[in-house]
């Protein structure tokens, strides 16, 4: 029995809803705290593979640990490989082939890919399948704007309500990030960068702020992976130094500064200039040897 089905995605956990469409279409519904999109994705899936997608695969397959589901181990090793552009932005992931590769029915990838599009990391594009995400320059320039009007209110809420055991929390932080700096752990970088900032989202206490700038800094390290100068431009763990000693001067306007001073030296680290376009080599392009003559 072939049937369509729409999933409904949490933030920890997937619930699902199948019925039978007659316009061939495959509406997927993403709940996410609490906001819904609904996206076309054409492909089958079968009753029998969904009756599956909560029970532990039994063909010595990919079965995660016991803290996190599959579908959750595969999101964080696709995440890895698309900061490490092991997976290059705009390549094509082939859902038969992945389920290979990780042991696990075709439906956890979907799963899988639901979290990763939901997060703007992959793109899943109607009749045609699902590709690592392509950040535009404009696009890169928008999610740098959002997070400083953001990150400006989170800077001085975080700097109002500083206390000594928020000091030693963002301390402890700061030497992980110092530790991964000296071990030349570029990737691991990047990740605690990101994680700093949410740090302090977390500190000001409004939980919707720090989803919303979860999925913004996700997108800041695709863009960051995709973007960077031949230098690393991971979050300077320095700038995170003066950060720390301006929120610890409990003046609202100064941590926000300074935030915004440490987004802009980040986004103007990234190679974002529009490059001009020159000659095109032909000759190149196709393996020839020019001649002066046509026959």
Same mark, same amino acid.
């Given at each position: 029995m072939r049937i369509k089905c729409a999933f409904m995605l949490q933030r920890t956990f997937y619930h699902h809803i199948c019925w039978?469409?007659?316009?061939? *279409?495959?509406?997927?519904?993403q709940i996410v705290n609490n906001f819904v999109e609904i996206n076309d994705y054409p492909t089958d899936i079968s009753i029998e593979s969904i009756a599956t997608m909560g029970k532990a695969d039994q063909t010595g397959s990919y079965k995660g640990s016991d803290k996190l589901r599959p579908e959750e181990m595969i999101y964080h090793e696709m995440l890895d490989a698309i900061l490490d552009r092991r997976l290059e932005p705009g390549m094509k992931l082939v859902e038969e082939d992945l389920a290979?590769?990780?042991g696990?029915?075709?439906?956890?990838?979907?799963?899988?890919?639901?979290?990763?599009?939901?997060d703007k990391l992959i793109n899943l594009v109607p009749n045609r399948g699902a590709f690592v995400?392509?950040?535009?320059?404009?696009?890169?320039?928008?999610?740098?704007? =959002?997070?400083r009007m953001i990150e400006d209110g989170v800077a001085r809420k975080v700097a109002t309500s500083m206390t000594d055991e928020r000091a030693a929390q963002i301390k402890a932080h700061l030497d992980r990030e110092h530790d991964a700096h000296h071990r030349g752990d570029?990737?691991?970088?990047?990740?605690?960068?990101?994680?700093?900032?949410?740090?302090? =989202?977390?500190?000001?206490?409004?939980?919707?702020?720090?989803e919303f700038l979860e999925r913004l800094i996700l997108r800041t390290s695709l863009i960051i992976a995709m973007y960077e100068s031949p230098q690393p431009v991971d979050c300077s763990h320095s700038e995170h130094d003066q950060l720390l000693n301006a929120?610890?001067?409990?003046?609202?306007?100064?941590?926000?500064?300074e935030m915004s001073r440490h987004?802009?030296?980040?986004?103007?680290?990234? *190679?974002?200039?529009?490059?001009k376009p020159g000659k095109t080599d032909f000759a190149s392009i196709f393996g020839r040897v020019p001649t002066s003559e046509a026959s």
């Open positions: 039978s469409l007659g316009d061939g *279409q495959f509406f997927i519904v290979k590769t990780f696990v029915s075709r439906a956890r990838i979907r799963a899988t890919f639901l979290q990763l599009a939901h995400a392509e950040p535009t320059i404009d696009e890169a320039i928008e999610v740098f704007s =959002a997070r570029h990737r691991a970088a990047i990740i605690l960068s990101g994680e700093f900032h949410l740090l302090l =989202a977390r500190l000001s206490g409004n939980l919707v702020i720090e929120l610890l001067s409990g003046d609202p306007d100064v941590a926000a500064a987004l802009d030296a980040i986004r103007d680290r990234l *190679q974002l200039q529009r490059p």
